[in-house]
């Protein structure tokens, strides 16, 4: 079956710091792939999307994520973390089966020490 | 562009009352989709409409849920005979329907409780 996997339910870095969140997906072709951020009591906003060319995308904030086809990941990348980037983060992807069904990781809660 | 809008957003009701729940996408968007989220989990996909039809429906969506886009525009998402495992948050998001972009735009959300 289809899934999406985020390996750490929860991550804590230093300000400054870099970041990594890991995202696996299991699908037979690529799918699209995109990765969301939840802050409290707001909506998910979209980070950025892969649909196809260079595997190293750009979003917004400051982050970037790169697609490896070879291990089926998808992570996210900022190289230092604000206190204001405390927040969930979602990988997600599009099975891109005609339907538009976006399939959701459970999530990764990033805290942020100063 | 107001974004996607929901209401209400919090609601608490006792078992076996029925809720509804609404959404107002972007005003261009022609598809909507309504998620359900849980404590530490992603959102779960639940239904979607392009225009007003629905094309798609999760297993999820048991016989007590019905949503529908009577014009293609807002949409409700009606749970009739509640229980408490239906507590959760019920997300909708819209998107312009073009597979290039392929983007959600989610509302904040309408969060019921079960009792």
């Known amino acids: 079956a289809q899934s999406v996997t985020q390996p750490d339910i929860h991550i804590t870095v230093s300000e400054g710091a870099s970041l990594e969140l890991r995202c696996n997906y299991s699908?037979?072709?690529?799918?699209?792939l995109f990765w969301y951020v939840q802050s409290p009591g707001q909506g998910l906003q979209l980070l950025l999307k892969?649909?196809?060319?260079?595997?190293l995308v750009q979003g917004i904030k400051g982050f970037e994520a790169e697609f490896k086809r070879s291990q089926s990941s998808f992570n996210l990348r900022k190289p230092s973390v604000h206190w204001s980037d405390a927040a969930e983060y979602f990988c997600a992807v599009d099975l891109n089966t005609g339907g538009f069904k976006t399939i959701f990781g459970a999530g990764t809660r990033l805290f942020v020490k100063a | 562009d107001t974004g996607v809008s929901q209401n209400p957003r919090h609601k608490i009701t006792k078992r076996g009352q029925n809720v509804t729940f609404r959404c107002d996408p972007i005003s261009e968007h022609n598809r909507l989709y309504w998620y359900r989220q849980t404590l530490g989990q992603g959102p779960e996909f639940l239904t979607y409409f392009q225009n007003e039809a629905q094309l798609e429906k999760s297993r999820l969506l048991s016989d007590r849920f019905s949503a529908e886009r009577p014009k293609g525009s807002f949409s409700t998402l009606e749970i009739q005979r509640t229980e408490q495992g239906d507590s959760a948050m019920y997300l909708c998001a819209s998107s312009l329907g073009d597979r290039k972009t392929g983007e959600l735009f989610f509302g904040e959300g309408s969060r019921l409780t079960v009792l």
């Open positions: 699908y037979g072709a690529t799918p699209y």
């Open positions: 892969y649909f196809s060319g260079d595997t």
